[in-house]
């Protein structure tokens, strides 16, 4: 019960105790006249300065009394109501319903709440009808009789404000479940709430089948510990940006997908919102492609370890000048036009080489990769791992990976990174081409410098 429904409630049991009172002390003698009337003093005070509308009415409902906010309230005079039949305010096609109502509690008199789940209605004296809260109690007269005091509230403004909020939750509850990618909320690591295309991702036959079962038994392994860390900066009130991760079916296959996660609040509890991408699709297609771009990325690092060494050998013998730079710039211009950035790295991570696209994709002018470290590129959660990545490289020769790095201006992109050892005469070099993921028609993360990032 909310406080404005106590308060009505008050003011009927205040009004029903000043009415024993009253019939208490007119039992006792005149010798009590003060203090009846002090008592019908306090009646007519907590009657009048009521601020809600009052109205009386004896068994056969007619009105014996109101009070001025009634009268406001429904646009009528006290003398044009008096000893008329109450069912004036009440709207003519609710007449039939309210007579049995009307009945029914006369029958059996008692306090009681009517604005709790009924759809009750006023009508005002120039027939416009409002919303109402009503509470009913009874006035005892004598011993066998006895009017009922109700207590009226336009509830236009409440309403209005429901009606709005059930509209905005019916818009919400369609771009959930109508939304493509699944979209789930768990709470304490149980599954909450998941949509339709929810079920579709993890094989089920509806969202119901996945309530109340831990999130974390459909990750790959492989990537658990991921999720259990991304879980912790959730619940720690950050937004983890989209990652790509495997999960377990249903029937035990697995998918590949993206997903992002941030703190939510769901049903007045705190929880975590997260949206799910199958990327299943097209990893299979950037296999495809990524066979056909191996010979590519050699050609690329075998033409970039020949731009090294050319300028080298600029330095030790002024007569091949003019030979070297011929095959420099053609060599440079294949490097700038190719759409994926290229980088040569030393096995300390320190940029020795980065062409026109690398410049485009993370913001950075050429001159400016020279001053920084790969490190420099990653999540600051991530770079820690740049030292195994490069050990890996220079141990097998090559290395594959989809991670997330950071451009200059703080914002994050999905990319495919490509990791090639190549060795010459001036020792080992490893050559990364790396490829944005995010497309055309990417939604950047937005995670601002600032804020748990390394600089791009």
């Known amino acids: 019960m909310n406080d404005r429904t106590k308060d009505r409630q008050q003011v009927i049991r205040e009004l029903v105790a000043c009415q024993e009172r009253l019939r208490q002390l007119e039992k006792q003698g005149r010798h009590q006249q003060q203090a009846v009337a002090g008592a019908k003093a306090t009646y007519e005070s907590v009657f009048e ?6 109205i009386i009415v004896d068994q056969q409902g007619r009105i014996t009394r109101m009070n001025a906010q009634a009268e406001e309230l429904f646009g009528y005079a006290r003398g044009d109501l008096l000893g008329k039949d109450h069912g004036a305010l009440v709207p003519q096609r609710l007449l ?22 009924l759809d009750l209605w006023g009508r005002r004296k120039d027939g416009s009808e409002f919303p109402a809260d009503i509470d009913l109690g009874p006035l005892e007269i004598s011993d ?22 059930l509209e905005s939750e019916k818009r919400y509850r369609d771009l959930v479940e109508l939304s493509p990618d699944t979209i789930i909320v768990t709470r304490q690591g149980k599954i909450e709430f998941v949509n339709d295309a929810g079920a579709g991702l993890f094989g089920v036959e509806s969202p119901d089948k996945l309530v109340g079962q831990t999130a974390m038994s ?40 993206e997903a992002i996660s941030m703190p939510f609040t769901f049903r007045g509890q705190p929880a975590v919102l997260s949206i799910v991408r ?17 010979r590519l990325e050699q050609a690329v690092a075998e033409r970039t370890a020949e731009l090294v060494s050319a300028n080298e050998r600029l330095s030790e013998a002024i007569s091949q000048h003019e030979k070297a730079e011929s095959g420099l710039s053609l060599q ?26 690398a410049s485009e994709m993370y913001g950075y002018a ?18 820690p791992a740049v030292e195994a990545r490069l050990r890996e490289v220079l141990r097998s020769g090559r290395l594959a990976l989809d991670t997330v790095h950071i451009r200059k201006d703080g ?3 999905p990319v495919q990174v490509r990791h090639s050892l190549i060795r010459t005469r001036h020792g080992e070099f490893i050559v990364s081409v790396v490829r944005d993921l995010s497309g055309p028609d990417r939604t950047p993360a937005s995670t601002p410098a600032g804020s748990g990032q390394t600089k791009g």
């Open 49 to 54: 300065l009521s601020p809600d509308a009052l």
């Open 96 to 117: 039939d319903r309210h007579a049995t109502e009307v009945k029914a509690y006369m029958e059996k008199p008692r306090a009681r709440v009517m604005g709790i789940g």
């Open 144 to 165: 066998h009789e006895f009017q009922v005091v109700a207590v009226v509230r336009d509830v236009t403004p409440r309403k209005k404000i429901e009606e709005d909020l």
């Open 218 to 257: 459909f990750v790959h392994p492989d990537y658990r510990q991921i999720a259990i860390d991304r879980l912790k900066q959730v619940e720690g009130g950050s937004i983890v940006p989209l990652i790509g991760e495997k999960i377990i079916r249903a029937n035990g296959s697995q998918l590949d997908i």
């Open 278 to 294: 199958d990327v299943s699709e097209r990893k299979k297609l950037e296999d495809e492609l990524s066979r056909y771009q191996q």
């Open 332 to 357: 440079a211009m294949i490097l700038d036009n190719a759409a994926e950035a290229i980088f040569l790295v030393n096995p300390r991570g320190g940029f020795a080489y980065a062409n026109e696209a």
């Open 366 to 383: 050429p001159d400016e990769f020279l001053t920084l470290n790969m490190r420099e590129l990653l999540p600051k959660q991530e770079a």
């Open 411 to 413: 914002s994050v992109m």
